[in-house]
Every structure is written in structure tokens, then in C-alpha cells.
């Protein structure tokens, strides 16, 4: 059970626009910002964006994060198949037992 | 530019320590402001944070596994590594090495080794 809550799965066609959400609480998402990562078929994971809404250099403008309160959501728009991947959300928990959290990830299929 | 590179055995039988080493090419680990991380994901499933430790030395634990943890940090061979011991087969996982970015309420990993898969089992 993973501390951060994501969808299982998206999906939609290429070139549409698909949303990815990463719910928490006030100890983690609330009080921290958010990053996201891309996860190719076999391969590390990626980042590809920090700091709620920051694209690494070399990230497309078509990847953009955004957080409001207790939750934050990835958006990618003009969808192309080699985004098919696994997504994860990641910030710090500030609880007792803080330590960085990771959402248990979304598979996104571009059909 | 950065490249991290996990090393280490891939079999490791039950009730014994799990060693991996993480070395870093194309920058020291003792220029600072990075906290040198370890994270794994077991099987088909998502990812857990281990830990990290400074060029210092200094070090923090993921409290679920901080009885059973050590990283420590080599400057002079560029290297740092994971120590878990006690592994049985829920320690099976993909681990890898991460470059962590730490400061006022953020957190991120902005480079990653490629992986190396550990098995425990006899």
C-alpha cells in the first residue's frame, strides 16, 4: 500500500492529452512539492518534472506537473506511443517516519 | 556527463547481507549538494526509497528498513554503498543507485543507474 494514491491505469489515443493524479495528505503533497518520473519498458526511471511544475532540461513541453492542496497531477498532451510507460509520483513525508514516498504507479497505454 | 553504475552479486542467500556498490563517473560525489540515494522496486511493483548519504558521511534511513541498513560512502574510489542485512525473499527487488536533490520541502532523484536485479533465495 503505497503512501501516494495513483491510478492503476490511463489511456487514450495518440496525440490526445492525458491526465495522471497523485493524491496524499497534508504530511507529504501538502507540504512538499512533488516530482514525477517516467518509466520505459525495462529500463530506470526518468525524471520528468520537479518541483510541482519544473521540466528537467531535455523534457518536452508536452510533460507539465501541477499540484493543488493535497494532490498533484501530470499532464502530457500530443500523446505518442513511446510514451506508453509506467509513471510514479515522488515527495518527502514529513510524518513521524518521514521519509521520501513514492506512488504506486500508473501504467499509461497509448492505444 | 553523470553516469551512475550499480555492481554487486545477484544472488544472495536467505539470512545473509546484500552488498552493492554504486560508482559515479563524470563527477565526485565530493563536490557536494547531492545526497547519493538507494532505491529499489521489487517485481512488478513500484518504488521504494532506502535511503541516501552525504559526501560527508552523514546518513538517513527509510525508517521501515533502518535496523537492517547501512550505506556508507567511498571519496576516493567515487563510490558509494548499500549494506542490508538479515534479506529473505521480500528483499527480492530491482536496486538502484539515484542522485537525490534535497532542500526546503523538495525532494527529487534527477539521475539513475540502470538497475541490477538481486534474487534471495538458496
Known amino acids: 500500500q503505497s503512501v501516494l494514491t495513483q491510478p492503476p491505469s490511463v489511456s487514450a489515443a495518440p496525440g490526445q492529452k492525458v491526465t495522471i493524479s497523485c493524491s496524499g495528505s497534508?504530511?507529504?503533497?501538502?507540504?512538499?512539492?512533488v516530482s514525477w518520473y517516467q518509466q520505459l519498458p525495462g529500463t530506470a526511471p526518468k525524471l520528468l518534472i520537479y518541483?510541482?511544475?519544473k521540466r528537467p532540461s531535455g523534457i518536452p513541453d508536452r510533460f507539465s506537473g501541477s499540484k493543488s492542496g493535497t494532490s498533484a497531477t501530470l499532464g502530457i498532451t500530443g500523446l505518442q506511443t513511446g510514451d506508453e510507460a509506467d509513471y510514479y509520483c515522488?515527495?518527502?513525508?514529513?510524518?513521524?517516519?518521514?521519509?521520501?514516498?513514492f506512488g504506486g504507479g500508473t501504467k499509461l497505454t497509448v492505444l | 556527463q553523470v553516469q551512475l553504475q550499480e555492481s554487486g552479486p545477484g544472488l544472495v542467500k536467505p539470512s545473509q547481507t546484500l552488498s552493492l556498490t554504486c560508482t559515479v563517473s563524470?563527477?565526485?560525489?565530493?563536490?557536494?549538494?547531492?545526497?547519493w540515494s538507494w532505491i529499489r522496486q521489487h517485481p512488478g511493483k513500484g518504488l521504494e526509497w532506502i535511503g541516501y548519504?552525504?559526501?560527508?558521511?552523514?546518513?538517513y534511513y527509510n525508517p521501515s528498513l533502518k535496523s537492517r541498513v547501512t550505506i556508507s560512502v567511498d571519496t576516493s574510489k567515487n563510490q558509494f554503498s548499500l549494506k542490508l542485512s538479515s534479506v529473505t525473499a521480500a528483499d527480492t527487488a530491482v536496486y538502484y543507485c539515484?542522485?537525490?536533490?534535497?532542500?526546503?520541502?523538495?525532494?527529487?532523484?534527477?539521475?539513475w543507474g540502470r538497475g541490477t536485479l538481486v534474487t534471495v533465495s538458496s
Open positions: 563524470g563527477g565526485s560525489i565530493s563536490s557536494g549538494g547531492y545526497y
Open positions: 518541483d510541482n511544475n
Open positions: 548519504i552525504y559526501y560527508s558521511g552523514s546518513t
Open positions: 515522488g515527495t518527502w513525508d514529513s510524518s513521524l517516519s518521514a521519509h521520501v514516498v
Open positions: 497534508s504530511s507529504n503533497i501538502g507540504n512538499n512539492y
Open positions: 539515484a542522485r537525490g536533490n534535497y532542500g526546503d520541502y523538495y525532494w527529487y532523484f534527477d539521475l
